[in-house]
């Protein structure tokens, strides 16, 4: 589908960081070629208390990148969290088997779409078979596990925008 992928580490191996990491990985995406960015992280903060970062999605989307992130886990609204908050993005929040808002999903104005991600609740005994309930995921050591949140969800968006691109490069973010 004439799409490939670059992996940019901006977090520690426990999923820390800095937003000063995450800034530099989104220009170092951006100088690279990159054409979407994904980011299934974010921080506890409204973007406008993240200035650099703002300013590196200004950056990457100046040159025309589309910024796919995850609206966030703690069922609130989203506008309290970076990189969701930010001016430019395309904020995704999480939605279950049934396509209902996810339990724990963050919401609002700033949200722009919702994609699977997951919602263990709504299964009565994911045991038995967790496909229809959460995201098969790729985990270190060459292994998969099923996950849920919003960090499984803008993939999703993250790989359509992609996929769109690949069919017409002239679009904009």
Sequence with gaps: WDVKLMAVKVL?????GKMDNVAN???YAADN??????????????CSQTQTTQDAISYAVGKGVTVVVAAGNSNTDASNFSP?????????????PTD?????????SVVDVAAPGGDKNKCSDITVDKAPCLVHSTIPNNRYD???GTS????H???VAALLLAKNPALAP
């Excluded at 001016?87 to 995704?92: E, K």
């Design 100 to 108: 209902e808002k996810s339990y724990y999903s963050n919401y609002g």
């Design 25 to 27: 990985g989104i220009k």
């Design 33 to 46: 070629a990159a054409k979407v960015i994904n980011m299934s992280l974010g921080a506890s903060i409204p």
């Design 146 to 148: 099923f996950y849920q």
């Design 12 to 16: 520690n191996s426990f999923g820390k």
């Design 84 to 96: 969701a908050s930010c001016n430019g993005v395309v904020a995704v929040a999480a939605t279950g």
């Design 157 to 159: 968006v993250a790989g």
């Design 152 to 155: 499984m969800a803008s993939p």
